[in-house]
T-cell receptor, first 112, second 111 residues
């Protein structure tokens, strides 16, 4: 039982490049979330999804897009990476609203 | 903006002592959760307390919730070196599906 898997684990991008972060869960969870974690800032919600085919904006959505075409996958896209997007990105999922989250191990992204 | 704020930002104690961390939040909530994060790792869910509950226990963890003061506390009893980690509270504002995390308390337990 893998839980929540994030790929890649590390990535270095040049300013202006694009990339997609993949989050996959095998627990049949309805809800999925993308957070970013920066030093001294805690975790900030980027986008989330309450079910297959749905997405919604979180606290800091600018510069990111997401898609949830399949229930088990939640993709986070950066269309034109900027140094301000250097961060550790965490994906999480939960079975129901109001339940505890299961987190992935994170993707460390550096934009130079 | 952060919904929850933990206090203190950092805490250092001796093994065997108790550790208390506090969380304050701004709006009405459905639930409050506490998470642990070991350095460089993902967050691990510790405990969830609902807005109609005042206290909850799980092993060496005790969580209290005071909705009138919009605050919660996490007590770790008989701490161990393995408890060294950052601890975060997370709240879901009433009517939303999303949890907002605080900035965390860094706990160091000295052997």
């Amino acid at each position: 039982n893998a839980g929540v898997t994030q790929t890649p684990k590390f990535r270095v991008l040049k300013t202006g490049q694009s990339m997609t972060l993949l989050c996959a869960q095998d627990m049949n969870h309805e809800y999925m979330y993308w957070y970013r974690q920066d030093p001294g800032m805690g975790l900030r919600l980027i986008h989330y999804s309450v079910g297959e085919g749905t997405t919604a904006k979180g606290e800091v959505p600018d510069g990111y897009n997401v898609s949830r075409l399949k229930k088990q996958n939640f993709l986070l896209g950066l269309e034109s990476a900027a140094p301000s997007q250097t961060s550790v990105y965490f994906c999480a999922s939960s079975y129901l609203a109001g339940r505890g989250y299961t987190f992935g191990s994170g993707t460390r992204l550096t934009v130079v | 903006s952060q919904q929850g704020e933990e206090d203190p930002q950092a805490l250092s104690i001796q093994e065997g002592e108790n550790a208390t961390m506090n969380c304050s939040y701004k709006t009405s909530i459905n639930n409050l959760q506490w998470y642990r994060q070991n350095s460089g790792r993902g967050l691990v869910h510790l405990i969830l307390i609902r807005s109609n509950e005042r206290e909850k226990h799980s092993g060496r963890l005790r969580v209290t919730l005071d909705t009138s003061k919009k605050s919660s506390s996490l007590l770790i009893t008989a701490s161990r070196a393995a408890d060294t980690a950052s601890y975060f509270c997370a709240t879901d504002a009433s009517g939303t599906y999303k949890y907002i995390f605080g900035t965390g308390t860094r706990l160091k337990v000295l052997a």
